[in-house]
């Protein structure tokens, strides 16, 4: 009997390995091909939305399909998806496809722990708190200090609006907000600050947009005075929120003036840098967050400017107080063994967590801090490239300034948003557009590390390029909408 169960464990085992094996190789043969094609094709065919369900076999039966169909559906899916790390896509404030991060994500998905408990993780959380506790040394926080990861930027800053309510009033936790609580943010800050309002109870109303100057930058002195008036008001001002790289312009607001604004009233100051956060790891460019240990809490998306892949949002708090006093609840079914140091679910918005922390180790301790600074360092590189090239063609406006990685322009006097649908319709490029005041422009977004100068030159070759052979339809387009 023991023989036998002892031999059908080792025929269950050498299946497993087995299909695990077919699995990687069915997956090496997808990748080296896409990779292929990608070189060959930087921008994936353009599927309308309309003919999706006609174009692709996505449907979901009642039986499973051959390995035969079911190779072919994945592999059809896969070359129609949006292409994100070539050197076509401008789009978004992600791009490029790192191997060592990569590497790391890959094993996460095979190891699969999830980050609660020392348990369930071991010395992946090890990995986690030493991301952390370097983050925090480079901002020049003591142990004191502490952090997390969440799915994204949005969620970190939600983590620090909860954590600036909890400090501002301690019972709200338990009996829910009853008094006129405010936040301050700028006109120019991410969309997720109103809904991270509505979700902590604090309200969208109670959002107060700060102007910012003509660079996109908040004005402290508008700040100071909107608190004011607020608190004459009956309001409780409880945090302001600043963008270290404003969603449209790269803008980064300024952290020392406003930390004075926030001691004077007692309030939380949290810096969102989900997009530019990362210069903190560069000496050329640390600069433009100045003041940054000033702060209550900041956050940065590794997969924005560092290339990790998508999710790996990082939120260090100067007292780790506060996010034991906001996100710990007793589990006596989870939390069993090992201090609570090693339990990272004390301190998370999550139950069940991703290991994110693992693809940014592995990008970090193959290349060092050193290796992270020329990461940033090279974008703004690659921004000067894009810049000068703007500056120095007349038939260009330039919207932006120097020092950020966006650069907004117009071409020729052609609307952005007919240009930049265009160029995706056709599978040109992928680049999108935004606006500040009254202009609307294209914003074209150096993030992607692994670009060269070239490659930003080839951008704006192809683009001109593209409107010189279309430029009567897309004139004709700018005047139908
Ligand atoms: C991208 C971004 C966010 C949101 O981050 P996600 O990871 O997309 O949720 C928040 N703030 C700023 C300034 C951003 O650029």
New binding site residues.
Partial sequence: MLKNALYLGFIKTFENLFCMQNTLEKFDRLVRELLEDESKQPVADFVPSGELYNTLDLSLNEEGVSEEAFEKALKELVFKTPRTATNAFFNQ?FGGRNEKAILGDLMAVILNNSMYTYKAAGPQIGVEKVVLREVCNLIGWDDNADGTFA?????T?YMSMLMARDAADNKVRYEGVSSKMTVYTSKE??Y?IPKNAAFSGIGRDNVRYVPSDSEGKMLPDALAEIIQKDIADGFKPIMVNL?????VLGAFDPIRSVREICDKHGMWLHV????CGSVLFSDKYKHLIDGIELVDSFSF?A??MLGTP??C?IIVSKNKKHLHDSFSNDASYLYQTDHDEFNLGKTSLQCGRRNDALKFWTLWKSVGTKGLAKIVDHQFDLADVARDHVRNNPDYTLYSYDESISICFNYKGIPARTICTALYEQAELLVGYGAFGEDEFIRLVTINAQNEKEDITQFFEIMERFVEENEAVLLQESTHS
Wanted: charged share 10%; net charge neutral.
């Fill in positions: 404030l799915p994204g930027g949005s969620m800053n800050s991410h997720s963008t270290a790289g404003t969603t969102d840098g989900a997009y998306n997969h924005k998508l999710s949002s």
